[in-house]
């Protein structure tokens, strides 16, 4: 386990080692939510690394990472927790057999944490160990809106209410970490319980260094023309722009291919790996690649 970092650079340097480049907006969200334990709701455009930034930190700060991903009809049996149905009836089999006394004795405790199956929200709130975890909330604008009232009272106090047990607080809370990529709006109510930033592309030289550090083996010369053509092809209006994941799928295709420099060829034959739409690649004419690789040179 590692303490938690004293300073922006510090929270920069511990992602960084574990090869997450972050700007000097997001490093210093990260220190503020650590230093004052509030959630961190990251928002952008998907690919752009909010999830990696989960999986980054807990593993720089020597955490569990807990990870609960978000859908449509996302509801607490599968976010928070449930009862354990089959158990429960199982115990009260058991215990008609064994007659009136045991029944009696068994009804106060068919709704107590013997009979309580975790799911990762009440996970957070009651792991064990040297450290709180890490918990992943990943993609909530996924969600239906009326689980994020479910949530306002764990993020305000790191809390859940139980009706049959009773409140559950963290004797530590847990590392909060919540991602949108604004499909809908989350409502303000939520935001203003966590601190937030907006996750944006990185500007080239950053994306030369996430390269650098996430496919090592991609020559400097590639590695610069990769980055410059992924930043002028997001200026293009596509459905749905490459994300830095995109990009470094396309620099390891490109590696697998035996690429050493970046043509019109190369492209086209990667670049499904950069692109995820049809519309996008048949926007992605031959006079475009020409266009953007005179650009990028």
Same mark, same amino acid.
């Given at each position: ?5 004293? $300073? ?6 511990? +992602?960084?080692?574990?090869?997450? *480049? ?6 210093? =969200? ?21 999830? @990696? ?8 700060? /020597?955490?569990?990472? *807990? ?6 009809? !996302?509801d607490l049996a599968g976010a928070a927790y449930e009862w354990n149905h089959a158990r429960q009836i199982l115990a009260i089999r058991?215990?008609?057999? /064994? ?9 106060? /405790? ?14 957070? +709130?009651?792991?064990?160990?040297? =450290?709180?975890?890490? !918990?992943?909330?990943?993609?909530? %604008?996924?969600? %239906? ?22 409140? *559950? ?37 950053? @994306? ?19 980055? =410059? ?15 830095? $994941? ?8 490109? &590696? ?31 006079? &475009? ?9």
């Amino acid at each position: 386990m590692t303490d938690s970092p004293n $300073s922006v650079e510090q929270a920069r340097g511990l +992602l960084a080692a574990q090869n997450y *480049i972050a700007g000097q907006r997001l490093a210093a =969200a990260v220190f503020l939510a650590l230093s004052l334990k509030r959630p961190l709701f990251l928002e952008g455009e998907a690919g752009v690394g909010k999830t @990696e930034l989960a999986r980054a930190l807990a593993a720089a700060l /020597g955490r569990r990472l *807990i990870r609960l991903q978000c859908h449509e009809g !996302l509801d607490l049996a599968g976010a928070a927790y449930e009862w354990n149905h089959a158990r429960q009836i199982l115990a009260i089999r058991l215990a008609e057999a /064994g007659g009136s006394q045991s029944v009696k004795d068994l009804s106060s /405790g068919l709704y107590s944490r013997e009979f309580l199956i975790e799911r990762p929200l009440l996970e957070a +709130l009651t792991a064990t160990g040297d =450290a709180p975890p890490v !918990l992943l909330v990943d993609e909530l %604008d996924r969600a %239906d809106e009326p689980f994020e009232a479910y949530l306002l009272e764990f993020l305000a106090d790191f809390r859940m209410s139980i009706p049959e047990l009773g409140a *559950i607080k963290a004797e530590e809370p847990p590392i909060v970490i919540l991602t949108s990529n604004r499909t809908r709006e989350v409502h303000d109510a939520l935001k203003r319980r966590c601190l937030y930033c907006w996750v944006d592309y990185p500007t080239r030289p950053a @994306e030369e260094r996430i390269l650098a550090v996430r496919v090592p083996r991609l020559p400097e010369a590639l590695r610069a023309k990769v980055a =410059a053509f992924a930043q002028a092809l997001r200026k293009e209006g596509l459905f749905k722009a490459p994300g830095v $994941s995109e990009t470094l799928d396309w620099a390891e295709a490109l &590696m697998a291919m035996g690429a050493h420099d970046l043509d019109a060829e190369s492209v086209s034959q990667t670049l499904g790996a950069l692109l995820k739409y049809q519309e996008d690649l048949g926007a992605v004419d031959n006079s &475009m690649v020409e266009r953007l690789l005179a650009a990028s040179a």
